[in-house]
């Protein structure tokens, strides 16, 4: 057997002081200076680290972002003269998908590398739109996992990306037609994607690189930025061609690892063609927008011999516009796709990515429960460097996907030393997939390659409320204002 | 021939005599009484709703204690100056309606009110700030709580959430009212309704066991909460004449006076299992899964590993403790029903409960483990649990417990085994009205865990791990925290807490014209559904 694959991570502390999400209101005036006082007795010291600063200069100001909100002290002090209140700089990160809380523990699983525990059960709501709107399936007595996730077997998370034929042809003299299969394997399902909007990427796609390299997986990166890097670090790295670099990008192509992305154009095949003269064993993947018609362009492809996609949806993981359709979520379009290919017969030759709005771990395993084999990260590899998802993060256009943006970053997330940064989300993804392979231990599969297209071994929401509620007395919503 | 049947014999009365010696406790049960009396809130300064400033200029005329008459301002005789608002105690806007309130009676206006800053750092979706508050308030008073916290459901915007009986919808409630009102003229005494329940349906010789509310308390084992917290829960379940369970890890002597009310668990890791405790309990709870951590198992960390905890579970002190998933001895049907043969064995007169978590097979599970021979069948819901698990674990696997009770419910039905068995849901019940819903849905009962955490004081602040662990001192083995609560504070909140529940149950029974909670049982018809858009069983069935 090879050696388990495992991701090192260390301790890395933001660069940025923390953004809590309370603090207290504190009327000292009134302070009756008694000997009891609950600032002593906070059990996290949350008080004495902020006073650390009064004593010594250097030290970091702590404006009580460690406070866990247990209202100890406020229902304790002698004249109760402490309030708690949610910090609004929290409240005012993100938007409506990257919420507040998403992006808090974004930050502590770049910090530790560890996956998020708490207790006292859920605390979310009921459900949501797209991904929140699937559960994914455990098993039990009548079909048990052989060992559980401490158990001695190893769950696999590796997949292969690259064109997979079904069977062999021969001429008639015995010669073979088919093309030895030339696979990539990466141990993660899931690649470091390019950010979802123009940002500056010297520092970043070195650090790209560098965690694709330690993970295992690979790096997508612009030809054009992908050229600024030093050749031993191209080898985890997959380079984005546009119609017009192929012709440049030479070198690029013979360096860089086995897999060349194209984006999509009307003659995707010649590129092709073009980047398969220089680099016979290429794999040659095509970078699409995830919109209507998707299935039918990855149909047309495939048999044009291009077995390798990459569908990118918006940020919030919805498809993007096109011809005046609303956009649906991943899920929807994806397990469309799913079922197309199925019934085309193309499904297992053809290996999907989708990337955008694939913010938590558990959005990876639910997006390949969809249909992907693999999914992209984009935007949360920002958050892991301290980003807020603020106003400035302009989704880029599929035909000008980096560059530098009119608004700089205003954390400079952009400067941040690259062996850093590639620390940051190496963490990052370690918490994603040791929270993998907690779902994949859960159903008792042992390979995430196994649960591609596992709509049985999920629970959605439009199915099962039908099938738990559709015989009640249904009333309208809004008659209770609920 | 003649050999074998005297063995027969011989292998048959050891084990009736056995009968007779483990027909009681070896322990002395202690008695604890059904009383309800006040127990305020442990802290200086409870929490309410609402915030009542009073500026310097106040004159302390006391005109405002004259207005109030919840007793939000007082100035006690002989005092020059009032006493700080209590203002956990105001209802807020409500009482403006009413005409005179102080805000507009004071001749200073110098009070001001708002909505209290830090009672909304509190909760969350699923549990909402109301919720907590008005837990705090069942198990200080043992009554319903006031009208301006809403008490019966939270905001997660599903499940429970969504679910209403049609009497709280104001257009349906003339019909259902007058429909009620034929039914239950001869129902008045409150003695009259009964919300008790039979667990053994099977029928099988053995002892029969009853609860006088349908409600017990969920595992929590020795090391993961305080003995205080553990004691309360037994304390409490002995009043009502109800069940507690240990969790995994052990039964601990301070348990013994309340054997005939405890439940004691048999999970993956066999951790604290032996014979005699199984030998001296009534029911005998099988942990396959847990719903806050579906098919993941257990993972006691080296740190709370004490020397106490570890003496119990015969481990060494300091080592982490794993406890597997799954049963590795259980890989189907046959092997479960050993299992259980295994444990009938042993205690004669216990009856089985199997506690499974929720997946797409749910009711398949089920009905295996009615034909292993259980008597109870928990399912733990996805949304609940009281313990540390990870994040991911809590939302995305396996499925919540509304979902699961009318699958199940259902299946048993069509397999003609409904009323073989006793079905109990557990995992988000977080009400007096969830758990009546998640009766009418197919339950016969319900557990629940964060509910009796609340009542003692926990904010969901879900610290439960960090650092010295529980910084309220509910789950904390911390000898200085966990002495912020006193064991009989905590047997009263918690006594007070089912009063105030079963005051519920009574309540929407004899709103419903029923006069037991065993004919509320799979009553969805009584239910409705607040829906974004129809939909339908047609529909469903395609």
């Known amino acids: ?482 | 021939m003649k050999i074998i049947s005297d063995l027969d014999i011989e292998l048959v009365q050891p084990l009736e005599l056995d009968v007779e010696r483990l027909a009681q406790s070896e322990w002395p049960q202690e008695i604890v009484n059904r009383e309800i009396h006040p127990a305020p809130d442990r802290y200086r300064n409870p929490i309410g709703r609402y915030r009542i400033n009073r500026l310097a200029n106040c004159l302390a005329c006391g005109h405002c204690a004259e207005v109030c008459s919840l007793g939000v301002h007082v100035k006690p005789d002989g005092y020059a100056y009032m006493l700080r608002p209590q203002d956990h105690l105001c209802i807020g806007p409500a009482c403006t309606e009413n005409g005179a309130s102080c805000l507009s009676e004071c001749p200073q206006k110098a009070l001001t009110m708002l909505r209290n800053p830090s009672a909304d750092c509190m909760g969350d979706p699923r549990w909402s700030s109301d919720l907590i508050l008005s837990t705090w308030h069942q198990a200080a008073t043992g009554d319903i709580p006031p009208s301006h916290l809403e008490y019966r459901h939270s905001v997660s915007g599903g499940g429970f959430d969504r679910i209403r009986f049609q009497f709280e919808i104001p257009r349906l409630s003339q019909d259902v009212l007058e429909k009620a009102y034929e039914t239950n003229k001869s129902l008045r005494a409150a003695d009259s309704i009964d919300t008790g329940l039979d667990l053994n349906k099977r029928d099988d010789g053995r002892p029969q066991v009853h609860i006088d509310i349908p409600v017990y308390g969920g595992g929590m084992s020795f090391g993961s909460v305080s003995i205080h917290t553990i004691l309360a829960k037994a304390r409490a379940a002995a009043a009502w004449n109800s069940f507690t369970c240990t969790g995994e890890g052990g039964y601990p002597d301070r348990l013994k006076p309340y054997d005939d009310h405890v439940i004691t668990q048999v999970a993956t890791g066999l951790f604290g299992v032996r014979e005699d405790t199984i030998q001296s309990v009534r029911i005998v709870e099988f942990k396959y899964a847990q719903g806050a951590k579906p098919g993941l198992g257990g993972h006691l960390l080296g740190d709370k590993n004490t020397p106490a905890v570890a003496r119990m579970r015969e481990a060494v002190a300091g080592n982490a403790l794993f406890s597997p998933f799954p049963f590795h001895s259980v890989y189907s049907v046959e092997d479960h029903k050993k299992h259980l043969d295994w444990i009938k064995e042993v205690n004669p007169r216990c009856i089985v409960s199997v506690k499974v978590s929720t997946p797409t097979d749910v009711d398949m599970v089920a009905v295996g483990s009615y034909y292993a021979g259980a008597h109870i069948i928990h399912l733990d819901g996805s949304y609940g649990g009281t313990g540390a698990a990870p994040d991911i674990a809590k939302k995305n696997i396996a499925m919540p417990i509304e979902f699961a009770i009318p699958k199940v419910h259902k299946f048993l039905a069509a397999e003609g085994i409904r009323d073989r068995i006793t079905l109990i849901a557990s995992g988000g019940i977080r009400t007096a009205y969830d758990m009546l819903k998640a009766i009418a849905l197919g339950a016969d009962g319900v557990v629940i865990g964060t509910a009796e955490l609340v009542a003692l004081g926990c904010v969901r602040c879900a610290c439960c791990e960090s650092g010295r662990g529980c910084p309220r001192g509910i789950a904390s083995t911390d000898s200085e925290l966990m002495m912020q609560m006193s064991m009989d504070w905590a047997t009263q909140r918690l006594i007070n807490l089912h009063g105030a529940w079963r005051k519920q149950t009574v309540a929407v029974l004899r709103r419903l014209g029923m006069t037991s909670i065993r004919d509320l049982r799979g009553r969805s018809d009584v239910l409705c559904y607040l829906a974004d858009k129809p939909i339908s069983t047609k529909d469903a069935a395609k």
């Not at chain 1, 030290?59 to 304790?76: D, F, H, M």
């Not at chain 1, 989300?425 to 297209?453: F, S």
């Open chain 1, 1 to 482: 057997m090879p050696d388990r694959y495992h991701i090192h991570t260390v301790l890395t502390p933001p660069r940025f002081r923390r953004i809590g999400k309370f603090g207290t209101v504190d009327w000292r005036e009134d302070c009756s200076r008694c000997s009891n006082c609950v600032k002593l007795r906070c059990c996290y010291d949350v008080y004495k680290h902020e006073s650390a600063h009064d004593r010594d200069p250097i030290a970091a100001i702590q404006t009580l972002n460690e406070c866990k909100a247990c209202l100890s002290c406020v229902q304790g002090c002698t004249k109760g003269l402490l309030n708690l209140s949610v910090n609004p700089e929290f409240l005012e990160m993100g938007d409506e998908y990257w919420k507040p809380d998403l992006i808090l523990s974004t930050w502590n699983q770049s910090d530790t590398g560890k996956i998020p525990v708490s207790g006292a059960g859920y605390r979310g709501r009921f459900a949501g739109p797209g991904f929140d709107s699937i559960w994914t399936d455990m098993s039990e007595i009548v079909r048990p996992t052989r060992d559980g996730i401490h158990g001695r077997e190893y769950i696999s998370t590796s997949v292969d990306i690259g064109p997979k034929p079904m069977r062999l042809s021969f001429a008639a003299d015995g010669k073979m037609y088919t093309q030895p299969s030339r696979l990539l394997e990466i141990q993660v399902p899931l690649v470091l994607d390019i950010p979802a909007w123009p940002i500056r990427q010297t520092e970043l796609a070195k650090a790209r690189a560098i965690a694709a390299k330690e993970l295992k997986t690979v790096a997508m990166i612009s030809a054009r930025d992908a050229m600024q890097l030093p050749p031993d670090q191209l080898q985890f790295v997959v380079p984005i061609f546009h119609r017009d670099e192929i012709k440049i990008g030479g070198d690029l192509i013979s360096l860089a690892g086995t897999m060349v992305q194209l984006l999509d154009c009307e003659d995707v095949a010649e590129m092709a063609e073009a980047v398969l003269a220089i680099k016979p064993q290429a794999i040659i993947s095509v970078r699409l927008a995830l919109c209507h018609g998707a299935a039918d362009r990855i149909v047309g492809l495939s048999r044009q011999g291009i077995k390798v996609f990459h569908l990118c949806a918006d940020l919030h993981g919805r498809e993007q516009l096109g011809n005046g359709q609303p956009g649906r979520h991943i899920k929807d379009a994806l397990r469309e796709i799913h079922a197309r290919l199925i019934s085309e017969g193309l499904r297992d030759e053809i290996t999907l990515t989708v990337s955008g709005g694939i913010a938590v771990a558990e959005h990876m395993a639910k997006a390949i429960i969809c249909g992907a084999d693999l999914v992209g990260v984009d935007t949360a590899l920002l958050v892991a460097l301290g980003c807020r998802v603020c106003s400035n993060a302009h989704p880029a256009t599929l035909d000008e996907p980096t560059g530098v943006s009119a608004s700089p970053c205003p954390i400079g997330v952009d400067s941040a030393d690259s062996a850093y940064a590639a620390q940051r989300m190496i963490n990052l993804i370690g918490a994603w997939h040791g929270q993998l392979i907690e779902v994949l231990g859960a159903m008792g599969i042992r390979e995430v390659r196994r649960v591609r297209g596992e709509v049985g071994r999920a629970i959605f929401m439009e199915d099962i409320e039908k099938e738990a509620f559709g015989d009640l007395l249904q009333v309208p919503r809004e008659q209770v204002g609920a």
